[in-house]
């Protein structure tokens, strides 16, 4: 109104609009809390207002959100944390040894003996040195040198720190970063917003999302008409696509990077997450050292962990680290100088990856405790895994690979041209408009494919497969009626 | 080699030759973030450190990184050279080296060195570092509110919920977060705006402190400490390039996130210099001045504001802030207002008016149209609660497509970290008279908060009394920010290492006495004026002692160089 009064002409708008907002910003996509995200929210709270709805609950399986599905935490590693945040229970004798002694420690490493205190940028000292000895357990001795050791806040700001130190250039020589289709939309987001090229590689979906060489190469030769590719991003196990890469392929990449002088980021966050028969992790660090010196002390890394996955689940103490491998002392600097920027990263989530890092121990009295839970939650994924691709496969028009690890499934869907034409016409991709619709008719809340990326004329959508089993069979049972009902109205 | 190591050097030579933008607002080009030193004095000083930060040194390192032999293989292949690693200083992101973010400068890390050689059993002319570069209360022994910590550990383990020795009121506010928690744990990501409840709790709360004054959740977004809101409200306004590249006006002094922020975002950073003889107030015409030179070569739309004031501890006046209002609407500028210290205020008169507050009395013709983020935390005021990484931002006014870009951009991120989130609600929702926590919460509260304003009274006195070291009242916040007298002497022998002269004298300061300050010149300053900046959080005792241990120090430095 008043803006009508400055001398009579129509005034100018807001000083911020979507016009004149950082243009990288707008480019910038997460599908796993996008559209139908919110709309899942929106019929969550109409649900509540008493509106009426085919289904009673939303069912949020978009998200590798494990507690929110009913998972119950570690006990060991809450018990820590509550010591660690309210310590005059250090006196309460409810509360076994072991965890006092591991909340202690972290204390005495605290500005204060405090977890109120800010604590180093690149994270605490000695959680530092419990994160190597874990790297170094895990990987059979292979030395890890707790300096090139960060704790985050959660595995994704690690990977857009490091992202972000690789950007330069502009035009053909823009910084082009390789990621996998299907990929986790993280690092397509985080290219968006760096302005940097993303390069698509194709995970090979006949034979269970393998990755390919050849690919590799395909998609570099072709990248290095347009850009200046310096990265390769590997997500192993896979999300979306729940693969689990076999060694040979680990040293493939790894040849493949050399090669072509690039630093390689794994995101090995899924780390716990392997189900199949078969199949085994490998960490990149581990290969890349048993490949022996010339790649050792050559190959630039990074490698990626977090507290949200594999059979803790925490997800909202934002918890994480990465180990930086052969990487330039003087990048090495500017990494933590721009990491001091945001002080550090909170101090629960550190706590807590200092407890995923140094379990209870054979000899310690919550160790049977520890281990009964860590065991069930991973046989039950395990189950629900298997149970997951039996029951899609056996559904008309869904195709699905085996969940090697991981926690999701992405299960290629044949849409009926109809529908195709249906969507196109209401402008919607036609994944998402089968999503949209499973959402509105069931409640249940997937990720269309097209949000992670899929080759042209393939459908797909990923699903957890986290929640309760009881729970998961009514979905999946729920995703074939809806699924056949589809099929049929398109028909 | 040879030809790699020209290579190395030249593009900092031109650095050198061109020292970059913020010369251009800091006549002499002692930009507040060019505060680092030059390769002689680091290499000296922290071998160990020698590719510190900024360019200078790089020469240097990179002798060191041969040294230290880690590209032996480099040589083997063919017997050609091999290239170089993948990412170097010379091939990384150029906007990340231009960062530089002094309160966890050089400075601190000598800091921690020393502390390790102390640890060690060497010997030095101290017990301890003291750490005043930074303000972490709880690090510098200042308690938890009770009450606050009750409820985290309640939702951290809710077994304990049935555990009688924990009030009830601790008990019924834990229930409510962890019933709007998925799953009903802190383990679940959260919405990427934050907690519903939590963020209707703030609004509650912005609510109260502002008379009245409605707040719609909707406009509140939780966030990873004031920093990550900062951060994400400068992205969301930079754009163009060359002369329409987004200018944003930040004070000097400031607080070197917003500096560091804008290096990394190449945003044009426009200085705007607080009036230190009239204890650092705020003044329109230098608004003015700043921002019409600034017209010159960018496109200046945000104005950054710190109030009370990092590092330099002035409260803003009512009318100072309807001025800067009146400012922002006339010259079409987005207001971000950083308030985390709303709590910290100590000088007799002063008070905290929020810019939202003032905004909304001075009408609907400003109040409608004005578009204002302004940013709290749970680190700061009376809470001190760094670690968890909690704060909010509320936005006013702000297009409604730029909001669901920012919702999305927030939500890559997934949520910020629960238990932060959870304690902010504690702050905005504390216990109220007639629950059982109320007597001691507000018994530790006002505890906290009036050995504070006694620190900033002591502080001021007692630096006032040394002569060559001037000090305006600390009038709220958590730092004195003294102007110091250096010799010429000095001068000349910092300038010899290549070293900003306050940096000498902190790094001087820190070897002697054990006292861990920052620079003025990690702040901005005027040309050719010196300060530091140190909290005043240390325990009253402590904090006495250090006082004297400056004193002393400044007197002796003073004489060495006279």
């Avoid at chain 1, 090139?148 to 035009?171: H, M, P, Q, R």
């Avoid at chain 1, 082009?176 to 995970?203: E, K, R, T």
């Avoid at chain 1, 550090?344 to 706590?351: E, H, I, K, Y």
């Amino acid at each position: 109104m008043s803006q009508q009064a400055v001398n009579g002409v129509s005034c100018r708008g807001k000083v911020l609009t979507v016009e004149n907002m950082n243009p990288n910003v707008k480019r910038v996509e997460y599908a796993v809390r996008g559209p139908i995200v919110q709309r899942a929210v929106q019929i969550e709270k109409e649900l509540r207002e008493g509106v009426k709805k085919p289904f009673t609950e939303v069912i949020k399986a978009n998200i590798g959100d494990a507690q929110a599905m009913g998972q119950r935490p570690i006990t060991f590693f809450r018990q820590v944390l509550v010591l660690c945040s309210y310590p005059e229970l250090l006196e309460d004798n409810k509360f076994p040894e072991d965890a006092k002694k591991r909340a202690r420690r972290i204390l005495d490493a605290c500005g204060g003996h405090s977890i109120g205190a800010y604590s180093a940028s690149q994270g605490i000292e000695c959680i530092r040195q419990d994160v190597a000895r874990y790297i170094e357990r895990r990987d059979g001795g292979i030395p890890s040198n707790p300096d090139n050791i960060y704790l985050s806040t959660g595995a994704s700001d690690a990977i857009v720190t490091i992202l972000k130190l690789l950007v330069c250039g502009e035009g053909r020589d823009r910084t082009g970063v390789m990621i996998s289709i299907p990929q986790y939309p993280l690092y397509s987001a985080a290219l968006a917003d760096l302005a940097a090229v993303q390069i698509n590689y194709y995970l090979d979906e006949d034979n269970c999302w393998s990755l390919n060489v050849a690919e590799l190469k395909r998609a570099l030769n072709e990248a290095k008409q347009h850009c200046k590719p310096r990265v390769l991003c590997i997500i192993n196990p896979g999300n979306p696509t729940g693969q689990v890469q076999s060694r040979q392929c680990i040293e493939d990449v790894i040849q493949f990077a050399k090669e072509e002088h690039l630093f390689l980021m794994a995101d090995e966050v899924y780390q716990d997450n392997v189900y199949a028969e078969g199949c085994k992790f490998h960490s990149f660090k581990k290969v890349l050292f048993e490949m022996g010196p010339e790649y050792s002390s050559t190959v630039e890394m990074a490698s990626f962990h977090s507290t949200s996955k594999c059979y803790m689940g925490e997800c909202g103490f934002r918890g994480g680290y990465m180990e930086v491998i052969n990487m330039d002392p003087e990048v090495k600097a500017q990494l933590t100088k721009l990491v001091s920027v945001r002080l550090c990263p909170p101090v629960p989530g550190q706590a807590l990856l200092d407890l995923v890092v140094n379990p209870p121990q054979p000899d310690e009295p919550s160790y049977t405790l520890f281990t009964k839970e860590r065991t069930a939650v991973l046989a039950t994924l395990a189950e629900k895994a298997r149970l997951t691709e039996e029951i899609f496969n056996e559904v008309p028009g869904i195709t699905c690979n085996p969940v090697q690890g991981a926690m999701y499934t992405f299960p290629r869907i044949t849409l009926p041209q109809k529908a195709i034409d249906k969507a196109k016409a209401e402008g919607k991709v036609p994944d998402m408009f089968y999503c949209m619709k499973l959402l509105e008719e069931e409640g249940i809340c997937l990720v269309p494919g097209s949000g992670f990326g899929q080759k042209d004329g393939t459908f797909h959508f990923r699903m957890t497969i986290l929640p309760p089993t009881e729970k998961l069979k009514v979905v999946l049972q729920k995703i074939r009626d809806f699924h056949l009902r589809f099929t049929n109205e398109f028909s | 080699m040879s030809a790699t190591r020209v290579q190395l050097i030249s593009p900092r030579t031109l650095r050198l030759l061109s020292p970059g933008r913020s010369a251009l607002f800091l006549p002499g080009g002692g930009g507040p973030h060019r505060g680092g030193g030059v390769p002689g004095f680091r290499s000296l000083i922290f071998p160990s450190l020698s590719s510190s930060f900024s360019s200078p040194g790089r020469a240097l390192s990179s002798l060191s990184t041969t040294r230290r032999g880690l590209p032996k293989t480099k040589m083997s292949d063919n017997g050609t050279m091999t290239r170089g690693k993948v990412l170097t200083i010379d091939n990384m992101n150029p906007t990340v080296k231009k960062v530089e973010y002094a309160v966890r400068g050089p400075i601190v890390q000598r800091a921690v060195e020393l502390e390790k050689e102390l640890s060690e059993g060497r010997k030095k002319p101290f017990a301890e570092v003291i750490k005043a570069n930074i303000g972490d209360a709880q690090a510098m022994g200042q308690q938890p509110i009770t009450f606050f910590r009750q409820v985290l550990a309640l939702c951290s383990y809710p077994e304990l919920l049935s555990d009688s020795t924990f009030p009830e009121d601790a008990k019924s506010r834990a229930c409510r977060i962890l019933n709007s928690c998925g799953g009903n744990s802190m383990g679940a990501y959260s919405a990427s705006q934050g907690i519903g409840s939590v963020r209707q709790d703030v609004a509650r709360y912005i609510e109260r402190r502002d008379g009245g004054v409605p707040c719609e959740p909707d406009n509140i977004y939780l966030t990873t400490g004031a920093s990550d809101g900062i951060v994400t409200m400068l992205k969301l306004l930079v754009c163009g390039e060359g002369a329409t590249r987004t200018g944003v006006m930040i004070s000097i002094p400031q607080y070197p996130l917003y500096s560091a922020a804008l290096a990394e975002l190449s945003a044009v950073q426009i200085n705007y210099y607080l009036n230190e003889e009239k204890c650092w107030s705020l003044d329109i015409g230098e608004l003015q001045r700043a921002l019409d030179e600034a017209r010159l070569h960018c496109n200046p739309r945000a104005l950054c504001i710190i109030n009370p004031g990092n590092p330099t501890g002035q409260v803003q006046s009512r009318e100072c802030i309807e001025d800067v209002i009146r400012f922002a609407a006339k010259e079409r500028l987005f207001l971000m207002a950083d308030e985390v210290y709303q709590d910290n205020v100590y000088a007799e008169g002063c008070q905290f008016h929020s810019f939202k507050k003032v905004l909304f009395e001075m009408g609907p013709e400003y109040s409608e149209t004005v578009e204002l983020a302004s940013f709290h935390s749970t680190s700061k005021c009376y809470m001190g609660e760094c670690g968890f990484r909690g704060g909010y931002m509320e936005i006013i006014n702000m297009d409604d497509d730029v909001k669901d870009q920012l919702t999305k951009l927030l939500s890559v991120r997934l949520c910020s970290p629960v238990p932060g989130q959870a304690l902010m609600d504690l702050v905005v929702n504390p216990p109220q008279p007639g629950e059982p926590s109320y007597e001691r919460f507000i018994k530790e509260r006002t505890a906290t908060l009036s050995a504070l304003a006694e620190k900033a009274r002591l502080t001021e006195q007692v630096l006032n009394t040394v002569e060559g070291i001037r000090c305006n009242p600390v009038q709220g916040a958590m730092y004195s920010f003294p102007r110091i007298t250096i010799p010429e002497k000095a001068i000349q022998e910092a300038k010899k290492l290549g070293q900003q002269p306050d940096m000498f004298y902190c790094m001087k300061m820190l070897e002697e006495t054990g006292i861990c300050l920052v620079p003025g010149s990690g702040f901005g300053q005027r040309e050719g004026t010196y300060h530091f900046r140190m909290t005043i959080l240390p325990p009253t005792d402590k904090l006495k002692i250090l006082l004297n241990n400056v004193k002393e120090f400044h007197q002796r430095f003073t004489q060495q160089y006279s």
